[in-house]
């Protein structure tokens, strides 16, 4: 045996070993050197196993890992006796207890229980599983783990509410619970910060907070980093945020955080990265934050900031400013403090501003510079001159209004590879050959000459991105034949003419993927031999001859307003890749393949509007399909429309009007969840329409024209009690409907004061039923009423009879409604004149009597709103009224608030001509003038030009058929009166 101070001196020493290991380490799990590790403990062996086996490997439980994933897990050896040698396993080198377990990123998939042997390691002080598969909620049993100092259960697919039992980790330095799949309760996120009082590190991204920041936060006064984004945080942004000292890093994007910034962030003077991007933040920015010396990057893109960006220039650290989407004004300061400013910047965005003036020359001399987009403001003045040795290799000055020629020192630009001018007043002659490293060149929309046919020498061989829409060209540009890395290509609206040529087809044969020439006087295309050919735009041009097929892996094809001619081949179907099918307005006929229908599983749009095909509708709609919008207007298809329609569960759009379709109501389309437009006008369509199924609702419809058929019976009441889609109390978002690519936009032909107008674009705020000109009968149903939604109501040209109902007074955001030329008997009800929207109103050629309302927009309505109508009398007529012989006068109507409705309209007038150019523009605004200002047409439509203007059946053009008709009225009038 051993003397006792032998042992002691060993046991002092082994010790005294142990502090210097630990002293000498950053971690507070450094082991022993291996002249002094212990094997793990058996207890902690036992419980690493069974927590092992409760996951299964799976690779795509990781898939989302920002490293490389691997099955951790798998070293880990039951016959192997320390576990401490285990991948992702640490231990204290004196007890021989696990204090650290990393298993981020190793593929684990399975569920973590309340009694999980994970809580039986009570020693664990860090703790990471994310980017794992653990599908089930965090286990209040966390709260236990005492030790705890670093946790991170991040994208580990953790659902539910975050427990309170967390706040009990006290020794808690850092917390990652970033998840889109969790939780966090108001009051248990105020008691986490109010206890965790020792975090440096809080990572919430993406949990779903949806409260205010609470006060207690000042408690985390160690706080380095802080991450909140994408919680829905409400409310402004506490003065007490300026208490963090500590920070460096605070990340409050994506949020709903609104009012002005305080000015105690500018107290935050170590902190290095800030993002208060995509919030509701406004006010100016305080100039206090040009105290923030250390930052590295500030990032308040899509916000509502204002005044001026002169305070940014100050932060001499800065590496990256995002200050887009914003409102920022005034000019760039064109002199600074320093002598050299910001010279670690690299990228700079200040695109979708309302920035003015110069650009100041200093911009382009900054030494670190690499990314520059001042896109989408006013700035003017010519380009200044690069500096040449400037790193740039972004550059986007597009959607100013500056002038003057490229720069030529912009040859100079080694690193230059991405150039946007478009929208721009530029002039001169652009010589490629300057510009041969660019691989993105946009020069849309600009007064710039192209040396097109250049010399041979001239090639751009790195070129994928080449964009010179609306330049005014008449050739391809010849240096575009060297260009085989050709990805994208528009050339639209231009004045190419001819046929393309030959060589074009070799220009990124094995690369080009989007090609657009629409909008041009090209005449033919003979082949289409792009291997990877993903959208082709021949819009508008003058093609003609057979429709050329599509290659096999084409996505998205448009040919329309051509001159095509003959049928559609059948080998079009082998291009089973098709997502868009556009060959509206061309001269195509005969017989649509039966494979039309179902081809490609991927087709979303079919537009073959305003051709010759004939026949029946062999079209045969496999089941399931992705289509979401068919149009088959405007040709000469027979017979019944296809039952194989119910297979279309995600279609949004059917339109068959102005074909020669024999069928009854397609009643069994209401079993379509999405369907919002049904159209199905100008046909012969016939028989009565209403149903009791309560199967057949037309859940989402919000357009319906049955216009010009020979539909009898009385009007659907049932219809308009379920026509939820028409009753919404809300407003939605306005948007054009269209496919999720934003390519295709759906049109319409609607019917306005006997003119059909086209909306070239249908927003999702646009709902309108049209049942005119068929031989419904009866009353109207009080249920119309109900659909407050509605915009445009037209039940003109029927045999309808009773009275106008009081509920019509309820449809507050209506515009146009024309319930002309039927029997309809009674007053105008005066709830009507609280129709403030109210802006197309036809009640003529009726059996109506009394006298009209006066108010609001009753108004501005002329005489020919009442014609027809007998029994009527007051403004705006000439006829007296019996209980008062003098003439009523219309009231004195308020000046300053008609002027500014009328130069309202006409300015919208303005900006659509300013689209369709300004000659079309100026006869519009001009007919407008004429006609009235029918606010309809501005706010849901971009217009073109009436294609037909249709009579009404009942109105005639010389003397002898008025007093013909007014004897016809007055014997109808007193026919519905006996009745």
Known sequence: MEPLGTWLFQFLLCLLQYQVAAASSSSPLSSFASSAHLLCRHDQRSALLQFKHVFTIDSAASFECYEESYPKTLSWDENATDCCDWNGVTCDGLTGRVVGLDLSCSQLYGTIHPNSSLFQLSHLQRLNLAHNFINSSIPYAFGNLASLTHLNLSFSAFSGSIPSELSLLSKSISLDLSSFRLKLERLHFEILVKNLTQLQELFLYGVSISSYLPDSLTNLTS?????????????????????????????????????????????LTQIHELD?????????VPSTLSNLKQLTQLIFYSNN????????????????LDLQDNNFSGGFPLWVVNSKPLVYLQEFSLSHNSLSGVIPPWLFTLPSLEYLDLSSNRLTSQIPEFQHDLPLDSLDLSDNKLRGPIPKSISTLANLTKLFLASNDLSGVVDMQTLKNVEYLDLSNTNLSMLARSSVNTTIPNLRVFYLSSCNIEVFPDFLRTSENLEKLDLSNNRIHGQIPNWVGFIGKASLWYLNLSHNFLTDIKQLPWEKLDTLDLRSNLLQGQLPIPPPLMRNFFISNNSLSGEIPSLICNASSLNILDLSHNKLSGAVPQCLGNFSSFLTVLNLRSNGFKGTLPLAFAKPNTLRSLDLSGN???????????????LEVLNVGNNKINDTFPYWLGTLPELQVLVVRSNRFHGPINTMMSEFSFPKVRILDLSYNEFIGHLPGWYFENFRAMKNNTKPDEQYMSDTSGYYHDSLIVTMKGSEIELVRILTIFTTIDLSSNNFSGEIPNAVGKLNSLIVLNFSHNNLMGHIPESVGDLTRIESLDLSSNHLTGRIPSQLTSLTFLVVLNLSWNCLHGPIPHGRQFNTFDSSSYAGNIGLCGFPLSKYCEDNRTKVQPPVLQQEEDDSNFDEFTWKIVVIGYGCGMTLGLFLGSLMLLIGRPKFFVRFAEIQMPKKVTRSRRMVGDTTDSIHVFYELETNCFQVATK
Do not use: W
Not at 244 to 250: A, G, R, T, V, W
Not at 276 to 284: A, D, M, P, T
């Open 305 to 320: 900031f204002e005044g001026s960006i002169s305070a940014f220039v100050e932060l001499p650290m800065l590496k990256h």
């Open 636 to 650: 000469q298809f027979e017979g019944p429309l296809p039952r194989s329609l119910t297979n279309c569960r995600s």
């Open 276 to 284: 208060l991007s995509e919030n509701g933040f406004s006010g100016e």
């Open 223 to 267: 706080l380095t980093a802080l991450d909140l984004s994408s919680t829905g945080l409400l409310g402004n942004l506490p003065d007490s945020i300026g208490y963090l000292k500590s920070l460096n890093y605070l990340n409050l994007a994506m949020c709903k955080l609104r009012g002005s910034i305080p000015k105690s962030l500018g107290n």
